[in-house]
Each structure stands twice: as structure tokens, then as C-alpha cells.
């Protein structure tokens, strides 16, 4: 059974910055594409980056692009991602969420992916 575990989260003030880790355990980790997503009260749950299994590319949501990075440490079996310049809207529940299939290309919809992580949340207010 695959385990995922997110932290990192907390309260930071608008323009700062906050990196989320998310330790993956139970199967092989190189195996998986990894996902973020977010939920904010009373929202959808959005699709904020991604990466490949064989870590080759990443895809971003347009509203983080150029602000966030996804990263992946197969040695460590962990994802992170880095959040800079941070604003209000980024306000919300993190998740990590794994992939178990090899695709050709990521997966940007929540119900491709089929381990789940217990979230992490980040409040972003001065």
C-alpha cells in the first residue's frame, strides 16, 4: 500500500515563500508521477503542478506558473514544492497524490491519480 505524507505547510505573509515536502513509501517511487493539487473552502480541488515518473517534465496550473517548482529526489522518495512569491489566493489545503500508471504523457485530473496524501495547509495573510 502506498503512503503519502505532506508537510512543510504554515502561515506566511503575501510575497513570501514556503517549500512542501511529501515522503512516499509502500512501493517503488520512481514508478510514479507525482501531482500537487488544492482545495480552498468551499472550492473545486485544483491541479497546481505535476511531474512525470521518469521526472523528465513537469506541467504547472497557469495561475502558479513561473512561482512554483516541482521537484522530485528519487533517492530520498519525496516530492517537494517550492512556492514563491506567494499570494492570498494561494491560500488552501495541499495535496500529494501519486500515479501508478507509466502514462507517455501527466496526468492533470484528480481521478487519474490514486494514492492520496492527508494534506497540508498554507495560509497566506499579512
Not at 82 to 103: F, G, I, W
Request: proline content about 4%.
Amino acid at each position: 500500500q502506498v503512503q503519502l505524507v505532506e508537510s512543510g505547510g504554515g502561515l506566511v505573509q503575501p510575497g513570501g515563500s514556503l517549500r512542501l515536502s511529501c515522503a512516499f513509501s509502500g512501493r517503488t517511487f520512481s514508478n510514479y508521477a507525482m501531482g500537487w493539487f488544492r482545495q480552498a473552502p468551499g472550492k473545486e480541488r485544483e491541479f497546481v503542478a505535476a511531474i512525470h515518473w521518469s521526472g523528465g517534465s513537469t506541467h504547472y496550473a497557469d495561475s502558479v506558473m513561473g512561482r512554483f517548482t516541482i521537484s522530485r529526489d528519487n533517492a530520498k522518495n519525496t516530492v517537494y514544492l517550492q512556492m514563491n512569491s506567494l499570494k492570498p489566493e494561494a491560500t488552501a489545503v495541499y495535496y500529494c497524490a501519486a500515479d501508478s500508471l507509466r502514462r507517455l504523457r501527466i496526468a492533470l485530473v484528480p481521478n487519474a491519480y490514486n494514492y492520496w496524501g492527508q494534506g497540508t495547509p498554507v495560509t497566506v495573510s499579512s
